[in-house]
């Protein structure tokens, strides 16, 4: 034991460490190299020594020799100084991110990430500067929990349309991946879904279209919702909806919630823009945290809930379900949804919920709930108000990592019971990485090309043309039959199989069926 303990320090001074997938090794910083980093020395850190990391370009690189592939999670001792800051940590080229929410010495756990037989490259730069790493820990990762994701919508009075969404995306997931893409500029939108600008840049780079089609409701509320344009850019958001949905497709919604308040048109509450929103959640609560009903700022509120329900509602009566992602990446504090803290911003989400779907009748809708990082416990609004558990990731162009870290935190902050999705981002996970790293995720949607945006050009056209050629990529072209073809009925996932279990549409098991429509052997039966 002395030997093997003396090889592994010895090992370490190097900066290079052997284990194996069932052992713990503890390396120091300041032992491994680095680039524009300061060596500070105090007593209360490991060794008496730490790296200070003040500069953009300031990089810590650790070597690590591992016995045999797996997955390993990455504790990282930290120093905050001056308290949250976010630290850029990739491995073998894989990025990742994580926070430093204490002001002082803290641990942050990051990971499972995939490492291989032989050497790897740990790497940690700064994204928001000023801070210092004393030492990190790797250790192997046991095996993840299994998927237990609910067969039905957490709207327990969902429409037949949002039943057949959620049960496509119930089927598919972990199967297939949907395409997807956000549209910016509505100047080419003529009620042609595959004419727009946006998807049309999908299907120039890659000879198919996108299933999913994002859209924002950012135009429907706020100081200017009467402006002419700004109505007819919502009401093109909707005929194209309409239209995709026809087709077979999947219309996803953002809305970029403009100040309730009126006093400004923004959205954003930080340095973004000249002006921006200042209004806090809990500007319309009492004292006591509850909603002040009598307050204007939350009349106005629920005014620009209703109306974007009512929008719902047209579709809803039009025959249309829809993907809906409300309050997205709050945590990060630029939206002012996202300045209050997590507390106030579940009830935020609550309040949307309740006043579409209980008051207002919107049921419609397969609900999204969007943290900015998989950190975010604090921010959730309960498993009984989404449906599916998304988050934005922007890779540098080219770059089609799988993101399998993201994945498989989601999942765990989930507890395996939330279908998974990439909701934002620029170039797109490589489907085989998807696969072999298992983060298949239900869909991925690119931020938009038009509006100078020119994300789609951040994936090449071959590999464009390769994932959406990949019968593990669903496109548009897949669900030309429209959905009028597609039943919500999921396949039994009981062992029991013969031809006398009956199911339900839902796919739970019938011992005493009543008269109705039902499953017998893979096929619908109707008992009298």
Request: charged residues 20%; aromatic residues 12%.
């Amino acid at each position: 034991m002395k030997k093997q303990l003396l090889l592994i320090a010895f090992l370490s001074v190097c900066g290079f460490v052997t284990t194996n997938a069932q052992t713990a090794t503890k390396l120091e910083a300041e032992e491994a190299s680095n680039e524009n980093c300061k060596l500070i020395e105090e007593e209360k850190y490991s060794g008496g020594q730490a790296l200070e990391l003040t500069e953009s370009n300031a990089k810590i690189t650790f070597t690590f020799h591992a016995a045999e592939s797996g997955k390993y999670t990455i504790t990282v001792g930290y120093d905050g100084l001056y308290g949250d800051k976010v630290v850029n940590l990739s491995v073998n080229g894989g990025a990742s991110t994580f926070n430093t929410p204490v002001e002082g010495p803290g641990e942050a756990v990051t990971g499972p990430f995939i490492m291989n037989e032989g050497d790897n490259t740990i790497e940690i730069t700064p994204n928001w500067t000023w801070f210092r790493i004393d030492y990190i820990t790797i250790a192997g990762s046991e095996s993840g929990m299994e998927f237990d994701i609910a067969q039905t919508p957490v709207d327990a009075s969902a429409s037949e349309a949002a039943k057949i969404i959620y049960t496509f995306l119930y089927e598919n997931f972990g199967k297939k991946t949907i395409s997807g893409v956000m549209t910016g500029d509505m100047e080419t939108a003529n009620g042609d879904v595959t004419q727009h600008a946006d998807v049309q840049a999908v299907y120039q780079a890659s000879g198919k279209y996108p299933a999913l089609v994002g859209f924002d409701f950012m135009n429907a509320t706020g100081k200017d919702e009467a402006n002419s344009w700004y109505k007819d850019y919502t009401d093109k958001c909707i005929e194209l909806a309409k239209d995709l949905y026809r087709r077979g497709g999947l219309p996803a919604f953002t809305w970029h919630w403009r100040d309730p308040s009126r006093a400004t048109g923004e959205f954003y509450a930080g340095n973004q823009v000249k002006t921006p929103c200042t209004m806090k959640i809990s500007d319309a609560m009492n004292a006591d945290g509850s909603w002040d009903t009598s307050s204007e700022l939350y009349q106005n509120i629920i005014k620009d809930i209703d109306t974007v329900a009512d929008y719902f509602l047209a579709l809803q009566e039009a025959g249309v379900a829809c993907i809906f992602r409300p309050l997205h990446e709050a945590s990060g504090g630029w939206f002012w949804w996202g300045t209050d803290g997590g507390a106030n911003y579940v009830k935020l989400y609550q309040l949307i919920v309740d006043e579409m779907v209980g008051v207002k009748g919107v049921h419609n809708v397969i609900w999204v709930w969007n943290p900015c990082s998989t950190d975010d416990a604090d921010w959730n609004p309960g498993e009984a108000y989404y449906d599916v558990i998304s988050i934005d990731i922007y890779n540098n162009a080219y770059d089609y990592s799988s993101n399998y870290v993201a994945f498989d935190q989601l999942k765990t902050l989930t507890e395996g019971k939330k279908i998974i999705a990439l909701s934002e981002n620029g170039p797109i996970p490589d489907i085989d990485k998807e696969f072999e790293e298992d983060a298949v995720w239900s869909w991925w949607m690119p931020w938009y090309q038009t509006w100078d945006g020119g994300f789609v050009d951040r994936t090449s056209k071959e590999e464009w043309t390769k994932c959406m050629n990949d019968n593990r990529v669903i496109t548009l072209e897949d669900l030309s039959a429209g959905w009028g073809t597609y039943t919500a009925i999921l396949t039994p996932r009981s062992s029991e199989t013969t031809s006398n279990t009956i199911f339900n549409l839902q796919g739970r098991r019938v011992t005493s069926p009543t008269k109705g429509l039902y499953i017998q052997n893979g096929r619908k039966v109707i008992i009298r």
